[in-house]
């Protein structure tokens, strides 16, 4: 009877909506990160309609970060306290990396023509900087705030996994939102991504359980592996197909170029639920659990009720914007 | 420096940064509203082409004001943890409600505002606009009723030494919060007239007398003259207030450090905190009793009188007189500027220089301010509830603090000489293109 007590149930949702968030921003804001990273691989031309096909996303993908990151300070007020002061230069990096970023993509077009170039520059290091940022936090996360120098580079070969995943489903926007030239390089860009992709949820998959034995009872102890089996299993098929996928797009009449977008959702989404497994009920590793953490349960559910009203008109006026903007990206423009 | 120090500088530049762009977009974004309907009403393209102009450093000004809104968020753990430890219950759901309610609402119709025009009727364009204005406005509606209840906190009760709601409404509608939010309300419009005015006033010295210019520079001086003496008055009645629940910030921005009946408004002085008495004064005999008392021997409570609870003087003190100064050469030239151009139809081009010169006003008044009442709450993070260095994070080392804060500051300089650079390019550029005038557009696609 316990888990119908609030302060029972209401830090399992917010860890919930805390989730939705992350994942939101992590697919969301991903893709333009990504598209901002490959853009280092891109003709001027083609970098004008890489950026149109983000222009009207990108603040609102970054808000799911806002809401993430506010859910964790105003659910989990010690955690947030706790997690961001031990990793507080890579937040610090990170921040730089997505102001940098931001106002790259305003001044660009209305600087001056002869610096544009610079804020190109700009607007890629910052997609980089902030990615990688973001990468060795969650490096950092998995191994409980450690610091060594074997921490350190596990951190940053996350980091660099983060980039590529971020690649892949930045790659799969492009191949959705373009066509000719610019398409068919996205397709072969999305190629290399995948692998980086599957070495990065390999390496993470591994390293996890091996050191920290409570995720590692977690997932190979019987029957538990035999429920959680199909978590890799549909990983390693769903690569698979996206590989196979990947190698006929373009297709002439452009079928299938949702499919690898709508591949890279899915394997954030499984990639997700595998760390969220590992790691509950905690939400600091092996330190605070979701209930230790969470603030009173009357602030909880003031805080539930405006999201249970004002989360369903976000999801249908983001569908709403989404559909203004639906197709084959044209030159953006104020006009 | 201590980490303590150091974490309220960093926290304070980013905030101070951050004000910059929001106290522009606030109004900025009605008055692009009120330019999309003027023109619905005349069909007269002037101010379709002011809409478009303004839009961009809307833009501009947006991405500005969400990046560093984005650190906001994160600073508000990595340099004061204690603070949502101790009233996270209370703050917590006030900064839900505003991201919820706001944030993402002016995200995602900025897009259609800014990209959207050829792809939604004219009629969901406007409404676009409307939702984007009124989502910044709900966001400083938010931001606000939290800093205000962190000046005067109510409806709260402490149960092992944290916070716990007892009344939302109370919380909500907390003494300070009417006054406060007026007040910014109107530092924005300021900020916003000031800057449509400046600009408009540069490119009609530049040679660039078209309509629409002309219509934005009426338009700027017109709502700043009307602004500024409304804002003086409320400013006034914020004082009233501030004295009301806390003497200590009226006594540091006056600087009386003696209780006294008839005390003098003070137009200049050097506090020194180790003697505890002003250096040098110059004032006008019971001026500061009127004001604030409205009674020429009033009495004024003295910082001797606080047992050592007052904040910093000469900072408070300073920053309150730049921000009146600053407010008295905006009524000044503003009511100047609106007889002008109300006499003759066009500026001259003395009144045009002034307005460039004023053109960033309201980002001084607006920062000393929000200096003036902030440092005004120290020692409290929370006015008799927390004090800011018991907020601290105790575990992140100075030098840690140090090297990220040289970062921002580096960021934040480029970036402030960037924005001013941009905004007068883009006037400049306006002159060459608005030669050759712009389409009508047609209504309704």
């Avoid at chain 2, 005349?42 to 101010?47: A, L, Q, S």
């Avoid at chain 2, 920062?367 to 575990?395: D, F, H, K, M």
Wanted: hydrophobic share 55%; proline share 4%.
């Amino acid at each position: 009877m316990e888990i119908f007590t609030n302060s029972q149930w209401l830090p399992l949702v917010f860890m919930g909506l805390m989730g939705i968030s992350i994942l939101a921003y992590v697919i969301l804001d991903g893709y333009d990160l990504g598209v901002g990273i490959l853009m280092s691989q891109a003709s001027d031309e083609e970098k004008d309609k890489m950026i149109a096909s983000i222009g009207p996303f990108w603040d609102a993908n970054e808000t799911w970060l806002v809401l993430g990151a506010g859910i964790l300070l105003v659910a989990f007020p010690i955690a947030h306290g706790v997690i961001l002061t031990a990793l507080y230069l890579p937040t610090a990096i990170m921040l730089g990396g997505l102001i940098l970023r931001g106002v790259s993509f305003d001044f660009r077009a209305k600087a001056n023509a002869t610096h544009k170039h610079l804020w190109d520059n700009v607007f890629m290091s910052g997609s980089l900087i902030t990615t990688i940022a973001q990468g060795y936090m969650l490096g950092l996360y998995i191994v409980g705030f450690e610091h060594t120098l074997t921490t350190f580079a596990f951190g940053i070969i996350s980091g660099i996994c983060l980039a590529a995943g971020y690649c892949f489903v930045g790659a799969g926007w492009l191949i959705m939102k373009t066509e000719d030239i610019l398409q068919i390089k996205a397709v072969r860009w999305g190629r290399i991504a995948l692998w980086g992709t599957t070495l990065g949820m390999g390496v993470v998959s591994l390293v996890t359980p091996l050191i920290n034995p409570r995720i590692f009872d977690k997932w190979f102890s019987i029957p538990n592996f035999f429920i959680m089996l199909p978590i890799p299993l549909i990983t390693g098929a769903l690569i698979l197909t996206l590989e196979i996928t990947l190698r006929k797009l373009p297709h002439p009449n452009d079928h299938y170029c949702w499919v690898p977008f709508a591949g890279a959702v899915a394997l954030f989404l499984l990639g997700f639920v595998g760390l969220a497994y590992s790691f509950f009920p905690y939400i600091v590793p092996d330190k605070i659990t979701i209930w230790e953490a969470a603030s009173s349960p009357e602030s909880l559910l003031i805080i539930l009720i405006g999201a249970l009203i004002v989360l369903p008109c976000i999801i249908v006026y983001t569908v709403f914007a989404y559909r203004v903007f639906w197709g084959k990206v044209k030159d953006l423009s104020y006009d | 420096m201590d980490a303590l120090m150091l974490a309220r500088i960093q926290f304070g530049a980013n905030i101070t940064f951050h004000i910059l762009f929001p106290s522009i977009t606030i109004a900025l974004g009605w008055m692009l509203l009120f330019f999309k309907l003027f023109y619905g009403k005349t069909r007269d393209i002037k101010w379709m082409n002011a809409y478009k102009f303004w839009v961009k450093i809307f833009a501009l000004c947006f991405a500005l004001g969400v990046v560093s809104g984005i650190t906001m968020s994160f600073q508000f753990g990595t340099n004061w943890p204690g603070f949502m430890m101790t009233v996270g219950n209370i703050a917590g759901p006030l900064l839900a409600y505003e991201v919820l309610t706001a944030f993402f609402l002016e995200a995602t119709f900025l897009g259609i505002m800014l990209f959207g025009f050829s792809k939604v009727s004219n009629r969901i364009h406007t409404l676009a606009t409307f939702l984007v204005a009124g989502g910044t406005t709900l966001s400083a509606f938010w931001i606000i009723v939290l800093n205000s209840w962190m000046h005067t906190p109510v409806g709260f009760e402490m149960i092992d030494g944290k916070a716990h709601a007892t009344s939302w409404l109370e919380i909500i509608f907390n003494p300070s919060m009417p006054y406060r939010l007026v007040h910014m309300m109107f530092a924005s419009g300021l900020t916003a007239s000031f800057l449509v005015a400046g600009v408009s006033s540069y490119r009609f010295l530049r040679g660039d007398k078209c309509a629409s210019v002309i219509a934005a520079l009426k338009g700027g001086v017109y709502a700043a003259a009307i602004i500024i003496p409304l804002q003086i008055f409320v400013g006034d009645m914020h004082g009233l207030n501030t004295l009301k629940y806390q003497p200590a910030k009226i006594a540091a921005m006056e600087a009386v450090w003696e209780t006294q009946e008839g005390a003098p408004l003070l137009l200049f002085a050097f506090p020194n905190k180790e003697k505890r008495r002003n250096d040098v004064e110059i004032g006008i005999p019971k001026l500061a009793s009127l004001i604030l008392t409205h009674n020429l021997n009033g009495k004024i409570k003295g910082l001797n009188d606080f047992n050592g609870n007052h904040p910093p003087v000469a900072p408070v003190f300073f920053a309150f007189r730049i921000m009146v100064g600053t407010g008295i050469l905006m009524l000044l030239i503003s009511w100047l500027s609106a007889w002008q151009i109300k006499k003759t139809g066009v500026p001259k081009n003395w009144v045009a220089i002034l307005l460039v010169c004023m053109t960033f006003s309201g980002w001084v008044a607006t920062i000393s301010g929000w200096y003036t009442t902030e440092i005004g709450r120290q020692p409290w993070l929370v006015n008799g509830l927390l004090t800011t260095a018991t907020a601290a994070a105790s575990n992140v080392s100075s030098s840690m603090i140090s090297s990220t804060l040289a970062m921002y500051l580096m960021l934040y300089v480029t970036l402030i000489c960037c924005f001013i650079s941009v905004v007068f390019y883009l006037a400049r550029k306006a002159v060459v293109t608005s030669s050759n005038l712009i389409k009508p557009i047609e209504g309704g696609m």
